[in-house]
């Protein structure tokens, strides 16, 4: 007999979802332990699992993939074939579908003018505390992409408006905001993408309490501080329109105590999601709910009738607590498919979103 962990090991599929496949019917465990709960599979079913686990990989729906498992273990090969065949049909016509569309948007932006590019070439220079800057970069620096195939995610999005710099990264996962004051400058809005090595460099040069001097001329961003500088070209790329990924809809809000909401969270139950960064493997997600009291519940395997439910990758949400600096914070709850923002109390100008992750099916 295979314990769940030498076929989680074995099969390709995670412990987590060898127990959901369990509960929906599709691979029950040839015996489960009546005192610890404990599955343990036949050797026979280890084939099976590994069919699985290919069939989840291609995106087959849960209704096709009893119909593989119960022909594959009947050696009914016509309905294996015809299942598989099928599914391969919907996938092209569904990449044709995509295409087409992607071709008609590509048209689309080909025809459009570029308004990032007047943003970008604008002059500025300004002052602002190096304490307030620092602050800021600390906020949105676990953010910022290292994907290679989104070069424009690969840095700190700075825009200068009014008496403001903001300060966003985002590796579409998630998204961080931070705000300082500047003065000295109070024109139009100036926006530029400083990559991460020259922004690290930037903060490097943030230890003291006094101002510091930004001066943005063309693709190029200098920061001065007191006789020491750092400059470099920013990214030739356009950043997205940070502001309408801002307007959440209307959610529940949580007070949570940071030190006990990060140990709930380091030892509370995961489960396997499908958060994938540029290595392609997936993450543990933790599934959240909120109390009517406001109270912030890390969900177990035995919640799921809960409605109220969000999942959210947990290291992301752990960088995010971490990255805000306080020992209390506001969780901000909206549908369950809906992004979770992280507050602090009193300032609305720095805080962060996850966006929620598809739980195992």
Not at 29 to 57: H, I, K, T
Not at 93 to 101: M, P, Q, Y
Not at 213 to 226: I, N, P, Q, S
Request: one cysteine or more; glycine letters at 10%; a negative charge.
């Amino acid at each position: 007999m295979r314990s769940i962990g030498e076929m989680a090991q074995d099969s390709g599929l995670s412990v987590s979802a060898l127990r959901f496949y369990d509960r929906a019917g599709v691979l029950v465990p040839a015996w489960v332990d009546p005192v610890s709960g404990y599955r343990w599979y036949e050797p026979g079913q280890l084939d099976e699992a590994r069919v699985l686990a290919r069939l989840r990989r291609a995106g087959m729906p849960l209704a096709d993939i009893r119909l593989v498992l119960a022909g594959w273990s009947g050696a009914d090969t016509d309905l294996v074939l015809k299942l598989l065949r099928a599914h391969l049909r919907r996938l092209e016509a569904g990449l044709s579908d995509a295409r087409g569309e992607f071709s008609a948007l590509r048209s689309l932006l080909d025809h459009r003018e570029n308004p990032m590019a007047s943003l970008r070439t604008a002059p500025a220079r300004l002052s602002l505390a190096a304490s307030g800057l620092a602050a800021a970069l600390d906020a949105v620096h676990f953010a910022v992409s290292t994907d290679p195939e989104l070069p424009m995610l690969g840095g700190v999005l700075f825009d200068i408006e009014g008496d403001g710099l903001r300060v966003v990264a985002t590796d579409r996962y998630r998204m961080a905001v931070g705000r300082t004051a500047t003065t000295g400058y109070g024109e139009h809005r100036v926006q530029v993408i400083v990559p991460s090595p020259l922004v690290e460099a930037m903060r490097a040069l943030l230890s003291g309490e006094g101002s510091v001097r930004l001066t943005v001329d063309g693709g190029r961003v200098t920061l001065e501080a007191g006789d020491r500088q750092t400059a470099g070209q920013c990214l030739d790329h356009d950043f997205p329109d940070y502001r309408r990924l801002l307007q959440l809809p209307a959610g529940r809000r949580a007070l949570v105590d940071v030190p006990d909401f990060r140990k709930a969270l380091e030892t509370g139950p995961v489960r396997a999601g499908e958060v994938r960064e540029k290595d392609g493997a997936s993450c543990d997600i933790a599934v959240l709910a909120v109390a009517d009291d406001g109270t912030v519940t890390v969900c177990a395997d035995g919640d799921d009738d809960r409605g109220d439910r969000v999942a959210v990758s947990r290291a992301f949400l752990l960088q995010a607590l971490a990255s805000a600096g306080r020992d209390r914070l506001i969780l901000e709850f909206g549908a369950p498919t809906a992004p979770v923002a992280i507050r602090r109390p009193g300032d609305e100008d720095t805080f962060s979103i996850l966006m929620p992750v598809r739980l195992e099916a």
